[in-house]
């Protein structure tokens, strides 16, 4: 294996902790938010809320000052957390959001990450990820991308970019367009104490680690 840089040590992916007992943290979107296609384009400020839905019986664990949902690889957070999280994204903004229980109860006032430009900054050179073997890189007009097993990082494409600027982004040019966060990041989950999360640090992690 090539050596790690200082990327690759310095980010992380979070995924919700499946053995987090007291509440689960994992959301669906409602149709119309799978409509406005906020995972990839820019939303525009004074187009109704995104809306999700929770599996939880209440939505007691919203009423924290610092909490986290997910809906896979974006997320929802209350608004003190946003407002630490807000000035370190790259290619993306928080968008208001309403989660909603299966009952209709809702709570207002919560922000999602509405993602709209990747960063292409894996080391491919130094990554392990599968590619079809005969070379194919297109189906049907679609082009093929990496399905990845390990992430390792360009030092160039970051040295380039102040660090402030990139201590949360979607990774580019891969199937699953992982968000990854900055020690930044998560020490500030830490020290806020948010629940049902876990943190697998960008060296270490290989996809599946967290079933």
């Given amino acids: 294996m090539s050596a790690l840089n200082i990327y690759d040590e310095s980010y992380y992916i979070i995924f919700s902790d499946d053995d987090f007992e007291e509440y689960d943290n994992d959301l669906t979107p409602t149709q119309y938010t799978a409509n406005t296609h906020w995972g990839f384009e820019k939303l525009t400020f004074g187009i109704k809320p995104l809306t999700f839905v929770s599996d939880n019986d209440n939505l007691d664990f919203l ?13 929802v957070v209350t608004s003190k957390l946003k407002e630490l999280l807000e000035d370190g994204l790259y290619g ?3 968008f208001p959001a309403i989660i909603q229980d299966e009952n209709n109860n809702s709570v207002e006032g919560l922000w ?4 709209f430009e990747d960063l292409d900054c ?22 093929i991308k990496p399905d990845m ?7 160039d494409v970051f040295d380039a970019i102040p660090e402030s600027e990139r201590l949360i982004f979607q990774v580019g040019n891969t199937t699953s367009g992982e968000i990854f966060f900055h020690q930044k990041v998560v020490d500030i ?9 876990r943190f697998f640090k960008a060296s270490e992690y290989h996809v599946g680690d967290e079933f």
């Fill in 63 to 75: 009423q924290q000052d610092y909490a986290i949902a997910f809906n896979v690889p974006n997320f």
């Fill in 92 to 94: 993306s903004q928080f």
């Fill in 112 to 115: 999602a990450l509405n993602t």
């Fill in 122 to 143: 894996v080391d491919f050179k130094r990554s392990q990820y599968f590619m079809p073997g005969d070379g194919t890189t297109e189906i049907d007009g679609f082009s």
């Fill in 149 to 155: 097993d390990n992430y390792r990082f360009r030092e």
């Fill in 189 to 197: 989950f830490k020290k806020h104490d948010v629940k049902g999360i």
